[in-house]
């Protein structure tokens, strides 16, 4: 935030000592029947998520946007926990943490506490997290037959999204159980909850897949700036979205290759 002259605090505290002790991606085996789930410590930085073995096959939206994330200075120091309390309106990492239902652990002095992604951001560049607590830690639900997928188009490479998508999917006796819908940098929400229910309970099709995307386009309100008009915007969110979509059901269904080039 420093570099982007986004703030100019007065005092620093330096938690960069913590980075052993919150860099991990790991998965949490419940008690039988309750699943796993994935388990990324806060100062997990970019370069690691980009890297995972783990992530690239169980959780690929996280291969898919840290490698249009910046460019390998930024992902050698930028960790997933500055990311996402940076909240930046354009931030890929929160859409992601968005679309597979992320929770966020949040540490105080005395107690944690753990937050959907809605709570958790309560507007641009505001988080939930207080004065004395700190984010330590996100948790992804891992099931059978899930798949995500994540979408960017920008100007240049590692540059901030003109708009991007990300989506999850888990499918369930031929139908979709579950869905999840973020976008990053074009307004309104980052999840599109009328589009979310449009997908569950019905079978899969080309034209189901682009009528939630066109729905979740509609509830975008983006601004016309210099990546572009709010026109433009609008389209390219609903053409990834159905992009998104689509990549997540190849997943879900185990036909689409997990990306290989991981720098
Ligand atoms: C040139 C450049 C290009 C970039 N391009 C992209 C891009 O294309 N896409 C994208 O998504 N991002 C992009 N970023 C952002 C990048 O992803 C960084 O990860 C992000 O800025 C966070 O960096 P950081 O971990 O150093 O956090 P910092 O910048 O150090 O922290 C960000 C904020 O979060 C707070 N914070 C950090 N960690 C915690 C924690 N664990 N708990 C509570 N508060 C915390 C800090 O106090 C600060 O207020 C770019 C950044 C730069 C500088």
Redesign the pocket.
């Known amino acids: 935030?420093?570099?982007?002259r986004l703030?100019t605090?007065g005092h620093l505290i330096d938690?960069d000592p913590l980075a052993d002790e919150?860099g991990y991606i790991r998965v949490e085996r419940h008690a039988e029947d309750a699943g796993e789930e994935l388990r990324i410590g806060?100062?997990t930085?970019?370069r690691d998520l980009l890297s995972s073995e783990l992530l690239a096959r169980r959780m690929a939206i996280f291969t898919d946007?840290e490698r249009?994330?910046?460019?390998p200075?930024?992902?050698n120091?930028?960790?997933?926990?500055?990311?996402?309390?940076?909240?930046?309106p354009?931030?890929?990492?929160?859409a992601v943490c968005a679309a597979v239902g992320a929770r966020l652990v949040?540490r105080g002095l005395e107690a944690e506490r753990v937050l959907e992604m809605h709570e958790f951001h309560l507007r641009p560049y505001e988080?939930a997290?207080g004065p004395a607590?700190?984010?330590?830690e996100i948790r992804v639900p891992l099931q059978q037959h899930q798949g995500s997928a994540y979408e960017?188009v920008?100007r240049r490479a590692?540059?901030?999204?003109v708009a991007a998508a990300g989506a999850s999917m888990r499918l369930a006796a031929g139908r979709i159980e579950h869905a999840g819908i973020a976008l990053?940098a074009v307004g309104a929400g980052i999840t599109s909850t009328e589009a979310e229910q449009l997908l569950v309970g019905e079978r899969p099709s080309d034209e189901l897949l682009a009528r939630a995307a066109r729905v979740a386009a509609d509830h975008t309100r983006p601004v016309t700036d210099q990546r572009g008009s709010a026109e433009y915007k609008h389209h390219v969110a609903g053409v990834l979205v159905e992009r998104a979509l689509r990549r997540a059901m190849a997943r879900a269904l185990g036909e689409d290759a997990v990306p290989e080039e991981r720098a």
Do not use: F, N, Y
């Not at 249009?68 to 460019?71: H, K, L, S, T």
């Open positions: 935030m420093m570099k982007l703030a605090p938690i919150l806060a100062m930085r970019h946007a249009v994330i910046a460019d200075v930024v992902r120091r930028g960790t997933i926990g500055g990311a996402l309390c940076q909240a930046d354009s931030e890929d990492l929160s949040i988080t997290v607590e700190m984010l330590i960017k920008d590692g540059d901030w999204a990053a």
